[in-house]
Nanobody, 124 residues
Framework: QVQLVESGGGLVQAGDSLRLSCTAS????????MGWFRQAPGKERECVSA????????YYADSVKGRFAMSRDNAKNSVYLQMNNLQPEDTAVYFC?????????????????WGQGTQVTVSA
């Protein structure tokens, strides 16, 4: 079993930055690929970014390319999402997710574990 704990959300203004963190329990982190998803009110959950087990392959949604950067530190059982130049349309609950597969995925149904979510609100 893997437990994921997210932190770093908050209320910011357009153009500001935030850094989300997600730390996983257990000693199998290196066998997991990880993803960041978000869900805004009335919208479906979408994959913002995903990374392979060693960080060698990373995916970004078109809407965040050039603004967001995902990284992982296997020594700390953690992944991060650096979000720059935040816009009101980035407002959502952000979830960290993990799956027992070394390859990254954008399919939320393929993930085995989810964090509780952290709210990110961007005012205009």
């Amino acid at each position: 079993q893997v437990q994921l704990v997210e932190s770093g959300g908050g209320l910011v203004q357009a153009g500001d930055s935030l850094r989300l963190s997600c730390t996983a329990s257990g000693r199998t982190f290196v066998t997991l690929s990880m993803g960041w998803f978000r869900q805004a009110p009335g919208k479906e959950r979408e994959c913002v970014s995903a990374v392979s087990w060693n960080g060698g392959s990373t995916y970004y949604a078109d809407s965040v390319k050039g603004r967001f950067a995902m990284s992982r530190d296997n020594a700390k059982n953690s992944v991060y999402l650096q979000m720059n130049n935040l816009q009101p349309e980035d407002t959502a609950v952000y979830f960290c997710a993990a799956r027992y597969n070394v390859y990254r995925s954008t399919d939320s149904n393929s993930y085995d574990f989810w964090g509780q979510g952290t709210q990110v609100t961007v005012s205009a």
